[in-house]
């Protein structure tokens, strides 16, 4: 087939075109590449809409990760996962789930991570404070953990310490030129709780709140060793604890009263810890 001369000059304008329009990636390469790693303080499981490409995380479309990259006009990548410890950050910890540091690379501009409540089991020592009748119809779980002048949970998270040093060793080495955001967790109960309104006696929701506080002594300390940045969610979330009138909530009770898990963050919350988040990163 004779190719006309027109023809030909329709081509080679197109090659040419072709040729100098810049490929996607460098068309997106002004925009900060995010990636949020961390448990379901990060995911806020049942905030909606749900994100459908990896349900058994129940990560939300509009946790904290979302609405910073959003704030901050970033490409993000959120990795973080229901129910997750510091121990998946490198194992897959449902099939077809891959460890979260996995998502890190040299690229990768900002980090966030919020780890260490499944590890030292704190939600399952706030389910274990629950008393819905007053004192003395109960337990206390303060005098239960503390028995023999031991803290038996504050040990816990002390010995827990060492191993999220080596969480940040490890994401400074898989994305070197990343500014790092520990996300603390809140405030879930304020001095002396609100019994009956959450079924907390006093004296355990001054200790439950006093290990979650300690947990995020712990994250601070992590991260200034290692020159990065802390988050402090708990100071944001004083007077939206969960004894907060229900839409005044960051955090909610032990009976949710709107979509967010119970102990979790809501939508409210996420939107105040994300733009926290965005803040930080703009250091």
Known sequence: MKIRPRALAAVAALCAAVAAAPPAAAADSGRLRYVALGDSYAAAPLVL????????????????????????????????????????LSTSQFPGT???????????DVVSITIGGNDTALFN???SCVNVLPEPLGTSCARRNTEGGTDKVAAAI??????FDGVLDTIHR???????????????????????????????????QGKVDHLGEILRAAADRHGDTFVDTAALGVGHDACAAPADRYVEGAVSTRDAFPLHPN???SRAFGRAVAAAARG
């Not at 490409?53 to 979302?66: I, K």
């Not at 002390?158 to 191993?163: E, G, L, Y």
């Not at 898989?174 to 019994?195: M, Q």
């Open 49 to 88: 809409p749900t994100d459908t490409t990896d349900r058994a995380c129940l990560r939300s479309l509009a946790d904290y990760p979302h609405v910073a990259a959003e704030e901050l006009g970033a490409s993000l990548t959120d990795v973080s996962c229901s129910g997750a410890t510091s121990g998946d």
């Open 98 to 108: 891959a460890p979260q540091y996995d998502a890190l690379t040299e690229d990768t």
């Open 125 to 127: 020592l706030a389910v």
């Open 158 to 163: 002390d010995a827990w310490a060492p191993t």
């Open 174 to 208: 898989r994305a070197p030129h990343a500014r790092v955001l520990v996300v603390g967790y809140g405030t879930y109960l304020r001095p002396g709780g609100c019994h009956p309104v959450q079924p907390f006696w006093a004296r355990d929701a001054d200790y439950l």
């Open 267 to 269: 939508a409210t919350g």
